[in-house]
């Protein structure tokens, strides 16, 4: 494959994308973000022209990745063509490639409306953040059709470090839906541990020491501890998409009966630091709200 490619959302994780694939030597030719000084910024570091609209983005790629922020966004940008500006417009013969953290209804609402417009879909999950998106080091789960993702793969691991077919179309955003709902409840479970650990006067940097060669390791560790105990939540994954995330899974466990106490009091603890003023922060700012002497937190 040698195709033209276009993004559409090019916040922190879009615009790295873009970065890499333009290192790579990939041929970018339209990039598109809701923001339009956002789009012009990355435009014109990297050469690529800017997109007026979303119909542009596609009458001038072949292949358009989507990195976009929510279920109402992803449906905004494939809107039906009467309706307006959307991606579905002329999209005859074009490939979507949409790496949102959207409700897996929404990625099936998806592949059905690019089909009945003569596009095809698939879904690349991502379960990394923002310096694997520049280093090309994305863990990818991708879903849909096999075939269009072996004809895509040579595209795909430029991105990802691990590019791995889960299964059908809805799959992989199932998938991610769970990896975020454990992450954040892992996040959490951190916050409280290392709260209390400040609270009976232990010294922090000795308890992530022991913790992590323990059963109480875990990846969260070793990325957000030291944030943690340092104050330092610069964005990486922030607090606002983390409850939006366990919002999906718990959504889904909803529709099957389920009941996971431990994943609503992670979602309602966001929530919580959401409602604070305090969902830009990264998702281990979700410690403000539970050391003794931070922001009023370890007290309701």
Do not use: W
């Not at 014109?44 to 009458?59: H, K, Q, R, S």
């Not at 417009?117 to 994305?138: D, F, K, V």
């Amino acid at each position: 494959m040698n195709p033209r490619i276009g993004f559409v959302g090019v916040g922190r994780m879009g615009a790295n994308m873009a970065r890499r694939l333009k290192d790579c030597g990939e041929t970018l030719t339209a990039l598109y973000d809701a923001r339009p000084r956002t789009a012009r910024a990355l435009a014109a570091e990297l050469g690529v022209p800017a997109a007026d609209c979303l119909a542009a983005v596609t009458a001038a790629a072949d292949l358009v990745f989507t990195v976009v922020s929510d279920d109402a966004a992803m449906r905004a940008i494939f809107a039906a063509p009467s309706r307006g500006d959307s991606l579905l417009r002329g999209a005859r013969g074009r490939v979507f490639v949409n790496c949102a953290t959207v409700t897996p209804t929404v990625h099936l609402e998806v592949g059905r409306a690019g089909r009945r417009a003569g596009a095809a879909t698939l879904e690349a999950c991502m379960a990394s953040s923002i310096p694997q998106a520049r280093n090309g080091a994305l863990y990818l789960m991708c879903g849909g059709d096999p075939d269009l993702f072996e004809r895509l793969r040579p595209v795909l691991e430029k991105l990802g470090s691990t590019v791995r077919y889960i299964g059908p179309a809805g799959r992989a955003a199932t998938l991610k839906a769970l990896v975020n709902m454990v992450m954040n409840m892992n996040t959490a479970a951190l916050a409280e541990g290392l709260a209390l650990a400040h609270a009976c006067g232990l010294d922090l940097s000795l308890v992530r020491e022991v913790f992590a060669q323990t059963g109480a390791a875990s990846r969260v560790l070793q990325t957000d501890g030291e944030d943690r105990q340092n104050r330092d939540h610069a964005c990486f994954f922030s607090a606002e998409h983390a409850a939006k995330d366990s919002g999906i899974a718990l959504a889904l466990a909803r529709e099957r009966g389920l009941d996971l106490p431990l994943a609503v009091a992670t979602y309602r603890q966001y929530r919580r630091l959401v409602r604070a003023g305090l969902g830009q922060l990264d998702k281990s700012g979700i410690a403000e709200l539970t050391f003794k002497d931070r922001r009023g937190a370890g007290r309701r």
